[in-house]
């Protein structure tokens, strides 16, 4: 069975939005990405949908985890892989 649906907002040249990305790749996630420097309609739906300017944005379902920052914190406090299973 597939968890929740993984989205990410990124931009191109961005050293979090890479980390993010290999985070989720290294647990063998699978992620739709909406690149903002592909289409610039991508930043403003991510900022109406988070709250937020900067890149990454992560969501995992209904969640809204944050950044790449937050992605990782939530992984290092064992939180991520529950989520990632629909927990």
Do not use: W
């Not at 961005?14 to 990305?21: L, N, R, S, V």
């Amino acid at each position: 069975m597939a968890g929740p649906h993984v989205l990410i907002y990124t931009r191109d040249g961005c050293g979090y939005c890479t980390a993010a990305k290999a985070l989720l790749r290294g647990k063998g996630v699978a992620f739709e990405e909406r690149n903002a420097s592909r289409d610039p309609a991508f930043r403003q739906e991510m900022i109406r949908v988070s709250g937020r300017t900067t890149f990454p944005q992560v969501f995992v379902g209904e969640t809204h985890v944050g950044g790449c920052d937050d992605l990782h914190d939530l992984d290092a406090r064992g939180g991520l892989d529950p989520l990632l299973a629909g927990a």
